[in-house]
């Protein structure tokens, strides 16, 4: 016997007692599946307590039987296909279950192993969204505030000038309070009622901004606490929905659309009084100054127009609404960071495949040496013994059988004379041809 004859009986020897191992490893494997199925199924249904018991194990219990069944069949049938066309085709059928077994089960099986950490991953990303929006608000909500510095220094200008020009007439050459001192006294005084304004309103937008840091420090304790993911998620969601408030009320608390008005005003209104000089020189006089003020504060209120439309433009906080996700949808949404978990997941569905194909190569090999075994070889001491079993059992039903035969009826019986065949009528006897040729001369 060749060595290639040798190595395919041991080989065939150890497939038999390795039967026993292959059903507990798929067994196990199939029991594991079915049990992580169960932790995953479970938290994507709803209903009372006993009945989302019962479907999850039903669902489960499906799966591990329908897991067992199919790499049952398979490392029975496959590694026995002998043409490329039958093995292909199964390789093809195992490559279809696959998928089949991923779909119903080991998305699942990651949603139990990773389902939590995928869940406070999003309660995580949702949290970075709100700072980013609520840092947003309060930016836009202070934005009015850097027209402060401009509006400070243009109440100061007008009062100054309309000190000057009261107490030495620095403007139209004649000292006292005449109608260039009110009008710039005026102007002065609507600066500052506008730098009142945007004070006041930074007091609102510290108070608003501080409320939603509370929010977020709360949303943060709950990412990161332990403890159950699903009553954390649920907190957080009440969190989230105070927050959006908070920011909606930064974005309406913004003053910049009322220092747009104000400013526009300033030019719009712009109310010069009449020339109260006594005479018609010191008139012409306190009519140029005027002008000259008139065109200042144009150009102040373009300034500042335009530096409000400016803080108007920046881009709003876009409406945010928090989606809850089950661990299931979690997982899935964010695959990418859970690729372990994953891998885990879809390596206690798809290991027997392994075994398929060790299989397969095992066969392949008996086969190659089996091939040039003679008749003789096939043989073994079993196929002897059970030979040697069955020869014994027909000869001793043999030697029964003949013990019980009556003995009249194995001795001979004599012919009786009517049975001897006569000779036919149109036939002569050789002997009486031989006498009639002795008798003739």
């Not at 089960?105 to 869940?119: F, R, T, Y």
């Amino acid at each position: 016997m060749s060595r290639e004859a040798e190595t395919a009986r041991a080989l065939r020897g150890h497939i038999d007692q390795m039967q026993t191992m292959t059903r507990f490893v798929l067994a196990t494997l199939a029991l594991a599946s079915g049990v992580y199925t169960y932790l995953g199924v479970r938290s994507l249904l709803d209903g009372t307590a006993t009945l989302v018991f019962l479907a999850a194990v039903i669902y489960s219990a499906a799966v591990s039987v329908g897991i067992y069944g199919f790499w049952t069949y398979l490392i029975r049938f496959l590694p026995e296909m002998r043409d490329a066309g039958s093995r292909m085709a199964l390789f093809g059928v195992m490559g279809v279950g696959c998928l089949m077994i991923v779909a119903m089960s080991s998305w699942l099986n990651a949603a139990a192993l990773a389902g939590s950490a995928a869940v406070e991953q999003h309660l995580a990303e949702t949290l970075e969204d709100y700072t980013g929006d609520l840092d947003q608000a309060h930016s836009n909500a202070l934005g009015a505030l850097s027209l402060l510095p401009d509006i400070q220094r243009a109440a100061e200008r007008f009062s100054r000038l309309a000190e000057e020009e009261r107490n030495s007439g620095a403007l139209t050459g004649t000292s006292g309070s005449g109608s260039v001192v009110q009008l710039l006294t005026q102007m002065s005084a609507q600066m500052r009622e506008l730098e009142s304004t945007i004070q006041n309103s930074r007091e609102t937008v510290s108070e608003q901004f501080q409320r939603g840091q509370e929010r977020l420090a709360e949303m943060r304790t709950l990412v990161s606490a332990p403890g159950p993911i699903q009553p954390r998620s649920d907190r957080f969601a009440e969190e989230a929905v105070a927050l959006a408030g908070v920011i909606a009320a930064l974005e309406q608390t913004s003053i910049a659309p009322s220092v747009a008005r104000a400013a526009a005003d300033l030019s719009a209104g712009f109310i010069a009084p009449v020339a109260d000089g006594r005479s018609g020189d010191l008139a012409d006089r306190q009519d140029a100054v005027m002008a000259t003020v008139r065109s200042s504060v144009a150009a102040q209120s373009k300034a500042l127009s335009d530096a409000a439309e400016e803080i108007l433009a920046q881009p709003k906080v876009a409406e945010r609404r928090y989606v809850p996700l089950s661990s299931a949808e979690a997982v899935l949404r964010y695959a990418g960071s859970f690729l372990p978990s994953w891998a885990g997941a879809i390596s206690i569905d798809l290991l027997p495949a392994v075994l398929v194909g060790v299989l397969a190569v095992v066969f392949a090999s008996i086969r190659r040496g089996e091939a040039e075994l003679t008749p003789a070889d096939r043989i073994t001491a079993a196929d002897m013994m059970r030979s040697l079993e069955l020869h014994d059992a027909i000869m001793a039903r043999k030697a029964a059988a003949e013990a019980q035969t009556p003995p009249e009826q194995t001795e001979a019986q004599p012919v009786p004379p009517e049975a001897e065949p006569q000779p036919a009528r149109n036939i002569t006897p050789l002997s009486t041809l031989t006498d009639r040729k002795r008798q003739e001369p």
